[in-house]
């Protein structure tokens, strides 16, 4: 039997139709569009961290547990008293791990559309239903068809990414709130991007009972870690711990986190530089004839042009990598996405995407 008979029969259909998940080749090319903190430890701390990571017996297995990073989190994060933690292998795992305890067959998810695009992959790798209410012309969250959708589907899980992705935008807390209060199962706050919203419902976990609050430390600056956090209260992370993959977080990784929150007093200051230059970049693209752009509460900007893909064509060539969102006949039809890079790469794209627009 050949191997496409065998895939043919073994894989399950909805995964053979699934495309997977594309990252783009940045070689040679500033790279704006992963949302990624731009900056690095400075020289004077790395010789510091590296001297933590000759440290680590790399032929023995990492705390299955996280023991000691999880303590530091807690403190660092502002995690409430009786709630817990829960590591991941970045945010995906965590949203994996989440279907695999309550999704399944005969379940479903729901979330607003568009958004983060990981919480219906996980829901097809699980056998799950994803349920997906779009949002407003704005992009603010439909509350009528969101409290709607929850009453005729009563999904497991509803994931609310906040700020969202790809919008940038935060939904409004009395919005979330009700839909906390309205739905059978857990709602799932995704906080990705807290750094740069001064905004969280990570102290709500203790207050109701079915609110989980999840982020990770790639959006603070430590993209190459892959550590998720989730927060909830500690009877739901016992239970959740239950399907996690033992030894999830390497070595290197509980490691170099606990070092970097030792560090958070620099991490805040980047998040502060990102800010500003954000407020600088959406200011000077909203002064260009042709461009719409979206108010962003996170570290990137969406905005509207005319031939948006023709547009990114074209500054893939100038050395110039953003995030191509165009779809015809959708909310994000001729939307790109930028994320805010350091200064010198902020003015490249700026200079770059006023000359093709002239």
Known sequence: MSVESLISRWVREPIQKLKAYYVPDASGMIKLEAMENPYSFPQELQSEWLGVLSEISLNRYPDP??????????????VPEGASLLLGNGSDELIQLLMLALGGEGRSVLAPTPSFVMYEMAA???GTDFIGVPLKGDFSLDLDKML???????????????????TGNLFSRSDVEA???????????????????????????????????????SKWGLAGLRV?????STKWIDELDKVRLPYNINALSQASA?????????????????????????????AMDGVEVFSSDANFILFRVANASDL??????????????????????????????????????????????E
Do not use: W
Request: charged residues 20%; glycine residues 4%.
């Open 228 to 232: 998720g956090l989730l927060a909830a």
């Open 258 to 286: 606990s070092f970097a929150l030792a560090h958070k007093k620099l991490f805040d200051q980047q998040a502060g530089q990102i800010i500003e230059a954000r407020g600088e970049v959406m200011e000077q693209l909203a």
């Open 148 to 166: 709607e959708s929850i009453s005729q589907h009563r999904p497991a899980i509803v994931f609310l990414a906040y700020p969202n992705n790809p």
């Open 124 to 126: 097809i790798f699980t």
């Open 179 to 217: 839909v906390i209060k309205a739905a059978p199962g857990v709602v799932v706050i995704d906080e990705a991007y807290h750094a740069f919203a001064r905004s969280s419902f990570i102290k709500d976990v203790v207050k109701a009972e079915n609110l989980l609050v999840m982020r990770t430390l």
């Open 65 to 78: 547990q996280a023991v000691s990073l999880r303590k530091k989190m807690v403190d660092v994060m502002d």
């Open 312 to 357: 990114y064509s074209r500054l893939c060539e100038a050395g110039i990598l953003i995030k191509n969102l165009d779809a015809h006949g959708t909310p994000l039809e001729n939307c790109l996405r930028v994320t805010i890079g350091a200064k010198e790469e902020n003015e490249q794209f700026l200079h770059q995407f006023c000359r093709l627009m």
